[in-house]
T-cell receptor, first 111, second 115 residues
């Protein structure tokens, strides 16, 4: 099975930087997805890391350490619209299905 | 290109009834995944279909079932509805098997309320 741990809630100020951490334990690990989910909406793809290191994509960056079972999502220059749930989803390379999702971190951005 | 479409968007059913939810994947995607998301909780994996076959199912009772049609669209059936089945049911499609990193594209979901 898979064990995914990420903080339940975080609060940050508009314009600031926030880092959302995720630790995971899983067999057959292939890579890690981050998804964004606004309240009442479907999740949307943010990033995918398969190699160790930082992947930067505009205001969002994602980091992976395979040996430590650790990832983080870094959001810069926070905007009010970034208030959402952020889901960490390790991908396993087996026939068990593509991804199991963490419970998500609800980020609230305040003015 | 049309995204993943789900129907209906909202549904209210009585305990004990049966429900069928529908999903059409992105054109060219052969894999369809179903997830349940209860209010305020995470996504729980239900079922995975690929090329018309059930590839895996999550830890749900047998009254949750489904199928995938030759055009890759899919149905999720839930029998003998219980109050705790009230949730957002999300369908996602993908163009590949695990390990390729393409991720999911989700539909907007069906909000099921059991009263």
């Amino acid at each position: 099975g898979q064990n995914i741990d990420q903080p339940t809630e975080m609060t940050a100020t508009e314009g600031a930087i926030v880092q959302i951490n995720c630790t995971y334990q899983t067999s057959g690990f292939n890579g890690l997805f981050w998804y964004q989910q606004h309240a009442g909406e479907a999740p949307t793809f943010l990033s995918y890391n398969v190699l160790d290191g930082l992947e930067e994509k505009g205001r969002f960056s994602s980091f992976l350490s395979r040996s430590k079972g650790y990832s983080y999502l870094l959001l810069k220059e926070l905007q009010m619209k970034d208030s959402a749930s952020y889901l960490c989803a390790p991908e396993v390379n087996t026939n068990a299905g593509k991804s199991t999702f963490g419970d998500g971190t609800t980020l609230t951005v305040k003015p | 290109e049309a995204g993943v479409t789900q129907s209906p968007t909202h549904l209210i059913k009585t305990r004990g009834q049966q429900v069928t939810l529908r999903c059409s994947p992105i054109s060219g995607h052969t894999s369809v995944y179903w997830y349940q998301q209860a209010l305020g909780l995470g996504l729980q994996f239900l079922l995975w279909y690929d090329e018309g076959e059930e590839r895996n199912r999550g830890n749900f009772p047998p009254r949750f079932s489904g199928r995938q049609f030759p055009n890759y669209s899919s149905e999720l059936n839930v029998n003998a509805l219980e109050l705790e089945d009230s949730a957002l049911y999300l369908c996602a499609s993908s163009s590949d098997w695990p390990g390729q990193g393409y991720g999911y594209t989700f539909g907007s979901g069906t909000r099921l309320t059991v009263v």
